[in-house]
């Protein structure tokens, strides 16, 4: 079973970056697809992106294209989701999710389909 831990969220002016970083533990992080949700208040959670196992693979939600990405460092067991010219729609608390996967092409963007997740981490864009 992995534990996730999110780090990084804050406050920034609109136009401004953040790296979030979400650092797995209790299991082979590399086995994982890893994805990054985000929830507004009064909002669903909704994708934001997702990393295949070894990274090559990768997915954007259509309104952060552009603007974030989302990286994975397997030896240290973290996958980050660099935030660029934020804007104030942007404010969510974001949550990492893994999920075990044997495919390593795979990358899913619904939560359904992750297992895990970490505690979130609000990022907060003022404008």
């Known amino acids: 079973q992995v534990q996730l831990a999110e780090f990084g969220g804050g406050l920034v002016q609109a136009g401004g970056s953040l790296r979030l970083s979400c650092i797995a533990s209790?299991?082979?992080?590399?086995?994982?697809?890893m994805g990054w949700f985000r929830q507004a208040p009064g909002k669903e959670r909704e994708f934001v992106a997702g990393?295949?196992?070894?990274?090559?693979?990768?997915e954007y939600a259509e309104p952060v294209k552009g603007r974030f990405t989302i990286s994975r460092e397997n030896a240290k067991s973290t996958v980050y989701l660099q935030v660029n010219s934020l804007k104030p729609e942007d404010t969510a608390v974001y949550y990492c999710?893994?999920?075990?996967?044997?495919?390593?092409?795979?990358?899913?963007?619904?939560?359904?389909?992750?297992?895990?997740w970490g505690q979130g981490t609000q990022v907060t864009v003022s404008s």
């Open positions: 990393i295949g196992r070894y990274g090559a693979k990768l």
């Open positions: 209790g299991a082979t992080f590399g086995h994982y697809v």
């Open positions: 999710a893994a999920d075990y996967q044997s495919n390593t092409n795979v990358i899913f963007d619904t939560p359904l389909q992750y297992e895990y």
